[in-house]
């Protein structure tokens, strides 16, 4: 029985001019089975999965999958099955959703969460435009919102919660951005694929603004800049999530993309807590692995030179990366 959110989300596209295939209603149906089960659903204000049902269908990228109304893309960007990307100097994706009195985003309570399938690397290119934003409110007033990651120095920048000024961030991340990040209040943490908490914020939280949520930029008193090329495929705002809550979000969304066929970037694993782990999952044509996110794990059980019979690394893997394919025998641990 298909979801009734499902339906009314795509009865919004088609008023909007979209279409909905037959197999993107069944996905988008199961998707809202998986945020209903686990209570996410019941806390969000707003929620995109900016991917479209065909090229050129922009109402199915572009459709809220809460409030049911589209979010808008300014200036110069692209759209594909990856995500909405700016230009990084002009373009931004405008949400529509301000967070106010009555919405679930709280000061006791709040999230906000963002996804991207950037391989980018290096760090931003200057200060302060085309420092990358991948979503933002404005930097310059009290209870800042806005994620930064790898800037000029780096380091990845993240408020939900700051006074006017400051800026909270874990440090230098290793290798590519792409991934699911999430602030919540609910301890407070800051999350990055796999549910590690990397970031404490500070409690005090403003949440009436003025100004609704940008993708791909941020606002510094009012105007638009901290422009962004990173492509920005999933995002939501509401109440608190908890930890669970978050991973059983990302898997919903890694569910939902894997169905669309985008290449996605699965949260980490700590190997050492994991039994009975299911070989397909990497195979040649499963997942990938960031061995920088892995908590507890010995990388060298994973060098050309101390490798098992039976598992290779993928030469073609972007950097960084390895892909395992074991044999019926795993190595030794």
Not at 75 to 103: C, E, M, N, Q, R
Request: charged share 10%; proline share 5%.
């Amino acid at each position: 029985m298909t979801n009734a959110k499902a339906t009314a989300w795509a009865a919004a596209v088609v008023a909007a001019g979209g279409t909905v295939s037959a197999g993107r209603l069944v996905l988008c149906s199961t998707f809202y089975d998986a945020l209903d089960l686990h209570g996410i659903y019941a806390k969000l204000d707003s929620l995109f999965i900016i991917s479209p049902d065909g090229a050129g269908n922009t109402p199915s990228a572009y459709m809220d999958y809460v409030r049911l109304t589209q979010g808008t893309a300014h200036a110069t960007g692209t759209l594909a099955a990856g995500g909405w990307k700016g230009d990084g100097s002009t373009g931004y994706f405008d949400t529509g959703f301000t967070p106010g009195v009555g919405s679930q985003y709280q000061a006791a309570s709040c999230h906000a969460f963002v996804y991207t399938t950037s391989t980018r690397a290096v760090g931003g290119s200057g200060n302060p435009a085309n420092e990358m934003a991948l979503f933002g409110n404005d930097v310059a007033v009290s209870g800042e919102l806005y994620l930064l990651p790898k800037w000029a120095d780096l380091n990845t920048y993240w408020g939900l919660s700051d006074a006017a000024g400051s800026v909270d961030g874990p440090g230098a991340i290793a290798g590519a951005i792409a991934g699911a990040w999430c602030m919540t209040s609910t301890g407070p943490w800051g999350y990055r694929n796999g549910g590690t908490a990397t970031q404490n914020f500070a409690s005090t939280v403003t949440p009436n603004r003025t100004l609704s949520i940008l993708l791909g930029a941020c606002r510094s008193s009012g105007t638009v800049t901290y422009h962004s090329s990173d492509p920005i495929v999933a995002f939501s705002m509401g109440s608190g999530l908890t930890q669970v809550q978050y991973l059983a979000l990302v898997d919903a969304v890694n569910d939902y993309l894997t169905g669309l066929g985008v290449n996605t970037y699965p949260p980490a694993m700590d190997l050492t807590t994991t039994e009975n782990v299911d070989a397909v999952a990497f195979s040649g044509g499963g997942k990938t692995m960031d061995l920088a996110t892995i908590e507890n794990l010995d990388t060298a059980a994973f060098t050309a030179t101390n490798l098992s019979s039976g598992w290779q690394t993928q030469t073609d893997a972007p950097s960084g990366w390895v892909i395992i394919y074991p044999s019926p025998t795993p190595p030794s641990t």
